[in-house]
T-cell receptor, first 115, second 115 residues
Framework: AQSVTQPDIHITVSEGASLELRCNYS??????LFWYVQSPGQGLQLLLKYFSGDTLVQGIKGFEAEFKRSQSSFNLRKPSVHWSDAAEYFC?????????????FGTGTRLTIIP | DGGITQSPKYLFRKEGQNVTLSCEQN?????MYWYRQDPGQGLRLIYY???????QKGDIAEGYSVSREKKESFPLTVTSAQKNPTAFYLC??????????????FGEGSRLTVL
């Protein structure tokens, strides 16, 4: 069965500092990997996705993520965070089969930004 | 603007009552999903539908029911059989294929509280 682990429940960083959120997955085949962001009381928005090809993917809002098959990881990074990045971040894995998009989500990492 | 509309945003229910959460989309998406979100547990799939008049159970379907009579609509009923219904419920849709596999579009959620 597929699974996702986000080992950090809560991370606090200073505005302007760099950020890395960790995600490890378990999946039997080549996974489709996603990062979503959720502001308080809101739905989720897709930040970026990896299907194949270049293992470093760029997303919206200046985020990027790197797929490392050997480490079963898909960590999210941003060089310099802004106060508006405070939110909860979810990593997800899915089979990516056309017509079957049952994603498995991690438990999320809450990001706090301090001035 | 296209999107997903969930209503109501907040709902209070007495124990033993059934409640129905509405989800409507005008994105012309074939697939629709219901997720439940609890603090520290991420998102868990309740039901999903890939086509009108067809739906499948997700990981935590017990105590819930759905229908998909129209492409645009996927209501969720939380029945009295659901032991712990207080949660944040998220509806999502997707359009398989066209390079968008796995990209879910979320509504803003409905928060259900059982009194």
């Amino acid at each position: 069965a597929q699974s996702v682990t986000q080992p950090d429940i809560h991370i606090t960083v200073s505005e302007g500092a760099s950020l890395e959120l960790r995600c490890n997955y378990s999946y039997g085949a080549t996974p489709y990997l996603f990062w979503y962001v959720q502001s308080p009381g809101q739905g989720l928005q897709l930040l970026l996705k990896y299907f194949s090809g270049d293992t470093l993917v760029q997303g919206i809002k200046g985020f990027e993520a790197e797929f490392k098959r050997s480490q079963s990881s898909f960590n999210l990074r941003k060089p310099s965070v802004h106060w508006s990045d405070a939110a909860e971040y979810f990593c997800a894995v899915g089979p990516g089969t056309w017509g079957n998009e049952k994603l498995t989500f991690g438990t999320g990492t809450r990001l706090t930004i301090i001035p | 603007d296209g999107g997903i509309t969930q209503s109501p945003k907040y709902l209070f229910r007495k124990e033993g009552q059934n409640v129905t959460l509405s989800c409507e989309q005008n994105l012309n998406h074939d697939a629709m999903y219901w997720y439940r979100q609890d603090p520290g547990q991420g998102l868990r799939l309740i039901y999903y539908s890939q086509i009108v008049n067809d739906f499948q159970k997700g990981d935590i379907a017990e105590g819930y029911s759905v229908s998909r009579e129209k492409k645009e609509s996927f209501p969720l009923t939380v029945t009295s059989a659901q032991k712990n219904p207080t949660a944040f419920y998220l509806c999502a849709s997707s359009s398989p294929g066209q390079g968008r596999t796995g990209e879910l579009f979320f509504g803003e959620g409905s928060r259900l509280t059982v009194l």
